[in-house]
């Protein structure tokens, strides 16, 4: 078992990572439990594929499991389905010294964290992230939220979970789809500040793709200590170096915000094509090569993931992608700050990003 720390004073935890950890959960969870029973929030599709695991260890444990199973799909992640949640949490009589597990992707994590948040002033949470993209980003670090008309996560709270387990297993359920949504935010860590990382993703990502085991474990450690240590380093953006992790972000929001956040565009194809463009965008501005834009274009290309906007499903309208990014919850007295790139493992927050240029910029990106 790898054990990743996030080291935050009092509101530290661990990261367990293990292949077959799932069917074995209790033995991790147990300090976390209260009363002999466990509150699990999921989805209709993890409650099919991997809930069925959870229930049968907590049954051999004696545990009584009571689980609240929601929607499938970035919509979920709504005013709506808060409401519904905290209500059952409610009915179910949570406490505040209880942990609830999240069981599911980025969206069942961010909601069940959010609701874990206001729930009688705030209760505990777990995380066991069932998708690629939820074990190496979402799932670490304490970020909840839903989304709301005017943008992608700009209701929410800072939660730290009070602990992670990652079971690599579980992408064996994972449509390829997912998979390579997910691969995208691994890229990402490569890309802020380990030239060697995003290396290592070209020479090994098509094995991660294709089911390798110890390419995804590898991968998963790499990325969830990568993050560790950055949500260590500033827990809450204040001093910008946990912005780093937003690489590929601002660009990505306007692209899901225009196709509606739905699954025609999921949160990891939209940073994907929101990475390039923002590569593209220091080229124009003359801080990185159009080698290394290139480079990390053609990467994405190789592993199926789109690398502009046309790939990404997204016309080249400057205006009404920007009017998408003004909403963004970055956004400091007028000026909205860009992860822009020197070049590959250079990434930094630029502050002087001119939104009409941005515009113009992607009048003419494809």
């Not at 730290?160 to 990652?166: D, H, K, R, S, T």
């Not at 906007?309 to 992608?321: I, K, N, P």
Request: glycine fraction near 12%; proline fraction near 3%; hydrophobic fraction near 45%.
């Amino acid at each position: 078992m790898t054990i990743v720390p996030v080291d935050l004073g009092i509101r530290s935890y661990d990261i367990r990572i293990e292949d077959g950890l799932l069917d074995r959960a209790m033995e991790v969870l147990g300090p976390f439990l209260g009363r002999g029973r466990m509150i699990v929030v999921t989805d209709e599709t993890v409650a099919r594929l991997q809930f069925p695991r959870l229930k049968t260890a907590a049954d051999e444990a004696g545990v009584t499991v009571l689980p609240v199973v929601l929607p499938a799909g970035e919509a979920t992640k709504s005013w709506n389905q808060l409401e519904m949640l905290t209500d059952q949490l409610l009915e179910l009589g949570v406490e505040r010294g209880d942990h609830i597990v999240a069981l599911g992707g980025g969206v069942i994590g961010d909601l069940t964290g959010f609701a874990a948040a206001i729930v009688k002033r705030g209760c505990g949470f777990v995380q066991i992230p069932t998708t690629l993209l939820a074990q190496v980003d979402s799932s670490v670090g304490g970020k909840t939220a839903i989304n709301s008309r005017a943008g992608k996560n700009l209701v929410g709270a800072f939660h730290q979970p009070g602990f992670v387990l990652i079971d690599p297993s579980v992408l064996d359920t994972l449509p390829p789809r997912e998979l390579r949504a997910g691969y995208a935010e691994i890229v990402k860590y490569g890309l802020i500040d380990d030239r060697d990382f995003f290396g290592w993703c070209e020479d090994h990502g098509a094995e991660l793709l294709g089911g390798d085991r110890a390419a995804q474990t590898e991968a998963i450690r790499h990325s969830v200590a990568a993050k560790a240590r950055i949500v260590g380093e500033d827990e809450t953006e204040r001093s910008g170096r946990r912005a780093l992790l937003n690489l590929g972000h601002t660009f990505g929001h306007a692209l899901e915000a225009e196709t509606g956040f739905s699954d025609a565009l999921l949160h990891g194809e939209a940073v994907a094509a929101g990475i390039c463009l923002a590569f593209r965008y220091s080229a124009r501005r003359g801080l990185c090569t159009d080698a290394d834009a290139d480079r990390v274009a053609a990467h994405f290309a190789d592993t199926g993931l789109p690398h502009g906007l046309a790939s990404a499903g997204v016309g080249a309208d400057g205006a009404r992608l920007v009017a998408h990014m003004s909403h963004d919850k970055k956004m400091e007295g007028g000026t909205l700050p860009f992860l822009l790139a020197r070049g590959i493992g250079e990434t930094f927050l630029a502050r002087d990003v001119d939104l009409d240029d941005v515009a113009a910029f992607l009048d003419a990106a494809d």
